[in-house]
């Protein structure tokens, strides 16, 4: 039986590290000695395994130049679907339903240009008021390519300022509603929606539903699959750890294969017909239709030796360390530093909790300058919200241990009060 305090100590995180199953993972990571790192949510680390198959492209470059688009070990001509292929599990999508190709706003518009299409009186576009602003920005944009105006866009409103009622979401499912496009998992409060249930509600009334897989890919598991979801779409450079910038991806339900791509390039191509130079459009018959153009050969690379991490590693175990690492910073965060005034917005139970912790305090944005001081790197989301994310595949109990122990002599001592309460220009 362990007592109350022993949980609380710096021996007891040690006891964790030494039973976690994941623990080597740790050392396939550059990880600066110097620095606690909790932003992985935004930017995940380099692997060495990345870094290595970045020389492996660069190398393939060199030597076949031309001849690199079909020869070597990764054939650049068929790289973006050989990525999909091996990112599928992570989405619980079938080999075919996904394709690395764009970023993540390009293939959102590439989406939304397919599947809105309104009729009658389907017109508008359902979304939420807390997504990430990029999404509503390629949502309002596509309304007016259409001859709307942001009246058509539906945001479904928080009573907190934090979480979504997934019952509100469905009422909110009219039937003047076209499109659906709702976020995996919150980026501030890290909530996890509930995406079958609220595909299950689209799909009886009607109407074609998507995800923005952001915050969610690489720490939680999905079946998109058997969801029956119509499309995703995601970044890969926050847990998947695919570097600055990385390649993003997206999945099609394989019920959509076919559907002509709203966005049509030379690379949304049948692979063998590309190269006949027809001015009509055989398109792929998978989720390959919906790349544009060339694939981003060497920014897709890091990637590469990333998934392989993932599928020794196993998304189930990754999502189980998580829980513990977010459950155990809790538990710290309510025992340290209940007399500070932080407040934990994020769920507190496990089936809708993501893969951060979200705190709030009047004082974030110089609490996370102090934070950097010390040697914690957070992130900071204006108003006055702190992300804390600790990766399982590289961070450890004993980091979550000491980055509390570091907030609260930040506190105690009053050492953010040297900062202004002021976000930087990237926060």
Known sequence: MIKMEEKYTKAYAEKLDAKDELKQFRNEFYLNNDTVYMDGNSLGL???????????LLDSWKKYAIDGWTNGERPWFYLSESLGEKMAGLVGAKKEE???TGSTTVNLHHLVATFYAPKGNRTKILAD?????????ALKAQLRLKGYDDSHLIQVQSEDGQLLDEETIIDAMAEDVALIVLPSVLYRSGQILDMEKLTKAAHERGIKIGFDLCHSVGAIPHQLHDWDVDFAFWCTYKHLNGGPGSVGALYLNEKHFGVTPGLAGWFSSDKEKQFDMEHS?????NAGAFQIGTPHVL?????????????EAGIEKVREKSFQLTAYMMDLITYELKEFGF???NPTNEKQRGGHIYLEHPEAARICKALKLKGVIPDFRTPSGIRLAPVALYNSFKDVYNCIQILKRIMKDKIYEQFSNEREVVS
């Open 46 to 56: 380099m692997s060495k395994r990345s870094e290595q198959t970045v020389y492996d």
């Open 129 to 137: 008021s807390l997504n990430f602003p990029s999404d509503i920005y």
């Open 98 to 100: 996904v394709v690395v």
């Open 299 to 311: 920014s897709a690379a890091p990637l590469i030796g990333a998934l392989d991490l993932f599928h």
């Open 281 to 285: 459009l055989t398109s792929a018959q």
């Open 343 to 345: 407040v934990i917005c």
